[in-house]
Nanobody
Framework: QVQLVESGGGLVQPGGSLKLSCAAS????????IGWFRQAPGKEREGVSC????????YYADSVKGRFTISMDSATNTVYLQMNSLKPEDTAVYYC???????????????????????????????WGQGTLVTVSS
């Protein structure tokens, strides 16, 4: 059974840091793309960051560039999102998600497709985690 289990959310003060984890299991292909989406109350879902198992390429939304870092431990199929310099506007439920059916592609083009719109995310993302709440507040 393919599964994504997130952990690491919580309450943090502005300027603080949190590290989210996404443990993947049941993948039958060596090629997949795992990303993080977030949804704040009253707002549309937003693609935050994504990483490719094909070549390690990464994608970041402009809103988090320079503050968030995505990484992958291939030995354990775990993806991490290190979030630094957190702002109140980062408050949201963060979802781990994976595309496990698309063919292997090098570079960031496919990552931009997956993260770029809710329509494409809904079309190509195969698995969603349960979500973890991140609250940035003093």
């Amino acid at each position: 059974q393919v599964q994504l289990v997130e952990s690491g959310g919580g309450l943090v003060q502005p300027g603080g840091s949190l590290k989210l984890s996404c443990a993947a299991s049941g993948f039958t292909s060596a090629y997949y793309y795992i990303g993080w989406f977030r949804q704040a109350p009253g707002k549309e879902r937003e693609g935050v960051s994504c990483i490719s198992s094909v070549d390690g390429s990464t994608y970041y939304a402009d809103s988090v560039k320079g503050r968030f870092t995505i990484s992958m431990d291939s030995a354990t199929n775990t993806v991490y999102l290190q979030m630094n310099s957190l702002k109140p506007e980062d408050t949201a439920v963060y979802y781990c998600a994976a595309d496990v059916d698309s063919p292997p592609q090098y570079g960031t083009t496919w990552l931009r497709v997956l993260m770029g719109s809710n329509r494409d995310a809904s079309r190509y993302i195969d698995i969603w985690g349960q979500g973890t709440l991140v609250t940035v507040s003093s």
